[in-house]
């Protein structure tokens, strides 16, 4: 079956630092990917649609600036978190469209101290 | 718009017992339906999903949904709880291809 993969699974960073999450469709190729995040207790919020070749859409409330996404290829998308805060420690899980299902990513779990 | 309302955040069953977790959507257009489930520390693993067609879907560990349009409904069952089935368990709703809108999760507990 299908397998998207994220990588790294998880990271801790100091609050300040930049960080980037890889998401990958490793055996068929995506020309949209979505990022989710997701607090501890809560459920998945979507932050932004990306597609390949053209600019991110982000949902109300995102900070395009903060929260960075490039689709630069159909089989990867990248999140890079800028300037991290505590407040952004989360549950970070991409999901890529393939054959009309959505297929998710393990997630990445991100710790900023 | 697109949303769903999962009944009930924490659920608790025998084991050997019938597991219900309920699931009311809203949409504007056919909804494409979904129930995924999540293991402490781990992504989302997809149970089933409803697009057309028959509206009893069958899943993967024993687990089917049955959409009902006339009471927008897609609640999620299996008919033996096992302690493996113990997580969190969201249901979710889209267009088509589109991202996903989620329920705030049920979180199953099964007791011996």
């Known amino acids: 079956g299908a397998v998207v993969s994220q990588h790294p699974s998880w990271v801790i960073c100091k609050s300040g630092t930049s960080v980037k999450i890889e998401c990958r469709s490793l055996?068929?190729?995506?020309?949209?990917m979505f990022w989710y995040r997701q607090f501890p207790k809560q459920s998945l919020m979507l932050m932004a649609t990306?597609?390949?070749?053209?600019?991110?859409?982000?949902e109300q409330g995102v900070e395009k600036d903060k929260f960075l996404i490039n689709h630069a290829s159909l089989t990867l998308s990248t999140l890079t978190v800028t300037s991290a805060h505590p407040e952004d420690s989360s549950f970070y899980i991409c999901?890529?469209?393939?054959?009309?299902?959505?297929?998710f990513g393990p997630g990445t779990r991100l710790l900023v101290l | 718009a697109q949303s769903v309302t999962q009944l009930g955040s924490h659920v608790s069953v025998s084991e050997g017992a019938l597991v219900l977790l309920r699931c009311n959507y809203s949409?504007?257009?056919?909804?494409?339906l979904f129930w995924y489930v999540q293991y402490p520390n781990q992504g989302l693993q997809l149970l089933l999903k409803?697009?057309?067609?028959?509206?009893l879907v069958k899943g993967i560990n024993g687990f089917e949904a049955e959409f009902k349009k006339s009471e927008t409904s897609f609640h999620l069952t299996k008919p033996s709880a096992h302690m493996s089935d113990a997580a969190e368990y969201f249901c979710?709703?889209?267009?088509?291809?589109?991202?996903?809108?989620f329920g705030k999760g049920t979180s199953l507990l099964v007791t011996p």
């Open positions: 999901s890529a469209t393939g054959r009309e299902t959505q297929y």
């Open positions: 055996d068929f190729q995506a020309t949209t």
């Open positions: 990306s597609n390949e070749g053209s600019k991110a859409t982000y």
């Open positions: 949409s504007s257009v056919p909804p494409y």
């Open positions: 409803y697009t057309t067609g028959a509206t």
């Open positions: 979710a709703v889209s267009g088509s291809a589109d991202a996903l809108n």
